[in-house]
């Protein structure tokens, strides 16, 4: 078998559940032909489980396969709420002992060897096989084949309406193991779940209305699916925020000094405005109330440039816009520099178009007055 896990880990996974699935559908048979229920298939759960614990142990497969401990953090043991109901399914319409005390016993021996074969043949096996091409084609194929599997039950004298239901929530349920398998590494949470719903079922209380069944089978998926939603929501988060880096800044604009300036007078940011003579960066409180409220001074964009050409803008908490043409930056690790600038001349100030209009006034009122 190992050399076929080395050849191809798909095959190799198809292997195990198509002998799971056989063998057990056997098994079944035989013990209800001999009348004592679980009679061979306990033996043959028992030996089935054995086989795959020694081999996972002996190629040193117990972390990939999720035979370890947990791991995550405390967000991710939410996913434990989901398995709590779920666990309890079975005892939602009371409890009774169906089977004589041998059977009930072989028929827990049983159930809890399945619950730990289904995980490691479907959540392990086919789930990893499929993990390195997709994650999430190899969430959908390991939970559809989960689920389809207990069609088997129809062999074994299940009736249709019920079985089909069968399907649908263990589809759901699969999709659940696998989200905690795949974001916790571990299989355990998985297989005492699954071991202790297979097992439990031996006490429920059957109900023939189809009322309940669909009911009952509703629940399960809607506490399933509710949970895959939710990790699709908790996906889209993630992203979103990876697109977006934090900065110690008030606000991050599309300009390298949105919310970094910051008037001395007033203690409101600056703010860029496109003028006459070009952009410039003026105070909040100036802009909006005029000079009477904040006497600050508007900054020229081109001088803001020129006075943090040699700074890295990213290292700035902030620049303070005091009197007399100072500028204070202060850093992240607590340095502080000093810089003042010059007012441009007015003929500097004045763009050529500026110059041109200009003129032509001039020489339209010469004209005017001559």
């Not at 939410?78 to 009930?104: A, C, D, H, Q, R």
């Not at 062999?155 to 989200?179: M, S």
């Not at 003129?359 to 001559?370: L, P």
Request: with cysteine.
């Amino acid at each position: 078998m190992y050399r076929l896990y080395k050849k191809n880990e798909l095959n190799f996974s198809l292997v195990w559940i198509v002998s799971y699935v056989v063998l057990f559908s056997v098994a079944d048979s035989f013990s209800a032909s001999l009348g004592t229920e679980k009679i061979i298939a306990a033996p043959v759960a028992i030996v089935f489980t054995l086989l795959l614990l020694v081999f996972v142990s002996k190629h040193n497969l117990k972390e990939k396969y999720g035979l370890c401990s947990f791991d995550g953090s405390l967000r991710n043991f939410l996913y434990f709420t989901p398995l709590l109901l779920i666990m309890s399914i079975n005892l939602w319409n009371g409890v009774t002992m169906k089977l004589s005390v041998l059977e009930t016993v072989l028929y827990i021996l049983s159930m809890l060897c399945v619950g730990f074969i289904e995980e490691i043949i479907f959540r392990g096996f086919l789930f990893k096989a499929l993990y390195n091409d997709n994650v999430k084609l190899a969430i959908v194929i390991s939970s559809v084949t989960f689920g389809i599997g207990h069609i088997v039950n129809l062999l074994n004298g299940k009736d249709l309406i019920p079985t089909l239901l069968q399907v649908c929530y263990a589809i759901a349920i699969g999709f659940l193991f696998t989200i905690i398998f795949y974001k916790g590494k571990s299989l355990l949470p998985c297989i005492i779940a699954h071991s202790f719903v297979n097992s439990s079922s031996v006490f429920a209380v059957e109900n023939s209305s189809m009322k309940i069944h669909i009911i009952s089978s509703a629940v399960l998926c809607i506490i399933s699916l509710s949970m895959e939603e939710y990790e699709a929501v908790q996906a889209e988060i993630a992203r979103r925020s990876a697109k977006y880096v934090p900065s110690d800044r008030c606000y991050t604009g599309r300009y390298p000094f949105s919310g970094l300036i910051v008037c001395a007078h007033c203690g409101k940011h600056y703010r860029r405005k496109v003028t006459a003579t070009g952009p410039v960066w003026i105070c909040s409180t100036y802009n909006y109330q005029g000079r009477a409220a904040c006497p600050s001074k508007q900054i020229p964009e081109p001088t803001l440039t020129a006075m943090t050409a040699d700074l890295d803008i990213g290292d700035l908490t902030e620049i303070i816009a005091e009197d007399r043409n100072t500028l204070v930056f202060r850093f992240k690790d607590g340095r502080k520099a000093v810089k003042r600038w010059q007012d441009r001349s007015r003929a500097k100030s004045w763009t050529p178009e500026m110059k041109e209009a200009a003129r032509q006034k001039a020489i339209e009122r010469n004209r005017h007055n001559g």
